[in-house]
Structure formats: structure tokens, C-alpha cells
């Protein structure tokens, strides 16, 4: 991916949206995430999620927050938009100076993932994608 891509933010589904980030380069890091609290916050069976350096994403608005405790002990901070409640971006413990930007969130495609974190809890039906590296826990 080209380090000068810039990802916008996708249209909201409302037209009074509150946040949107977006984010400028070349992902450090895409991956799917299948914990319980990605899980949840997805509604689905995994997140997919790509890293930025802090300095390269920009967030437009007031996103509402969330911080707690994920299945690895440490911290996870979620930002959704306010009015239509989508699932924005994150900052985390685990990943101290970057931001991580829900694919679904920018217009543009993150590109594929490189690994699959929480593996062990993915539901028994859903396969690791070929080329993806299982990493088991996190």
C-alpha cells in the first residue's frame, strides 16, 4: 500500500454523524481479533481492525468512549460515533502510541489481515483465513 494513502472516513448511515477518523500511510498492522469483547462490540464473530502510528490518524468530532479491561488484563479504550453508535477506532495498552481503526470505519480497503489474534475463541465453524497466522491468545 502506498505510505501516502489517506483512509476517509466511511458515510455514516446518518446525516448528522459526530465522529469519524481517518488515517494517513500505510497500516503498521491489519488483523482479525475473535475475543469475547471484539466479539460483542462487532456483533459478529471477529473484528478486523487495522494499526496506525497516533500522529497519522485525525478524528473529525466528539466520539463517545469506553475503557475497560479486555481478556488480556490490559486496558482497551473503544471511540463509537455518537449518534449512530458505529464502532470507530481504539487506543490500547497493548499498542502504546498507535491507534487502531475499525476497517469497516474508513471508505478505503486496509488490506488483508496478517494474523488472527484470540484464535482459541473463534466459534468451532469459523476457519483461519490461508495465509493467516493464528495467534492463540494475545
Known amino acids: 500500500m502506498c505510505a ?3 483512509h476517509k472516513a466511511s458515510p455514516c448511515l446518518l446525516p448528522l454523524r459526530r465522529a469519524a477518523p481517518t ?3 500505510a497500516p503498521r498492522d491489519v488483523y482479525l481479533c475473535a475475543c469475547r469483547s471484539c466479539r460483542k462490540k462487532s456483533g459478529s464473530a471477529f473484528t478486523h481492525a487495522a494499526i496506525f502510528r497516533a500522529e497519522e490518524v485525525s478524528v473529525e468530532g466528539a466520539p463517545g468512549t469506553f475503557r475497560y479491561r479486555g481478556e488480556s488484563g490490559r486496558w482497551i479504550e473503544n471511540n463509537f460515533c455518537t449518534a449512530c453508535g458505529g ?3 481504539f487506543r490500547a495498552e497493548v499498542f502504546p502510541r498507535h491507534i487502531g481503526v475499525n476497517a469497516g470505519a474508513v471508505a478505503e480497503d486496509v488490506g488483508p489481515p496478517r494474523r488472527m489474534y484470540w484464535a482459541s ?3 468451532g465453524w469459523l476457519c483461519v483465513p490461508e495465509g493467516v497466522e493464528a495467534v492463540e491468545t494475545q
Open 4 to 6: 501516502h494513502a489517506r
Open 23 to 25: 488515517a494517513r500511510g
Open 87 to 89: 464502532y470507530l477506532f
Open 121 to 123: 475463541r473463534r466459534p
